[in-house]
């Protein structure tokens, strides 16, 4: 079983930035060889997408995402993905979950399903206010 613990999550003003870390543990394979992806849920909506970073290096972000508001990457040597929020805004508030997914595609855009995913964190929360 491998465990992902979220941290970094907090209460933010409009326009700042947080980095947000998702650390493996238990019975891993070579972290290098999961794709980790990032999702986010705020109150009564779905889990959405928010980026990926496969097994092979490939990145996506969502189709929303503005050039450079997120940044994924991972620290294989720490067991540790990061997800970089800048320019928040009061609409990233949501629930910010991490996820592996020992699946190997070509293809990254399926990553952005959170059907593909065999573990998943807790969450960590993000709040911005305006």
């Known amino acids: 079983q491998v465990q992902l613990v979220e941290s970094g999550g907090g209460l933010v003003q409009a326009g700042g930035s947080l980095r947000l870390s998702c650390t493996a543990s238990?019975?891993?394979?070579?972290?290098?060889?999961?794709?980790m992806g990032w999702f986010r849920q705020a109150p009564g909506k779905e889990r959405e997408f928010v980026a990926v970073?496969?097994?092979?290096?490939?990145?996506?972000y969502s189709a929303d995402s503005v050039p450079g508001r997120f940044g994924i990457s991972r620290d294989n040597a720490k067991n540790t993905a990061y997800l970089q929020i800048n320019s928040l805004k009061p609409e990233d508030t949501a629930v910010y979950y991490c996820?592996?997914?020992?699946?190997?595609?070509?293809?990254?855009?399926?990553?952005?399903?959170?059907?593909?995913?065999?573990?998943w964190g807790q969450g960590t929360q993000v709040t911005v206010s305006s």
């Open positions: 996820a592996a997914s020992t699946a190997y595609y070509v293809d990254v855009s399926i990553y952005g399903s959170t059907r593909v995913y065999n573990y």
């Open positions: 238990g019975h891993l394979q070579s972290f290098s060889s999961y794709t």
């Open positions: 970073l496969d097994w092979s290096g490939k990145i996506s």
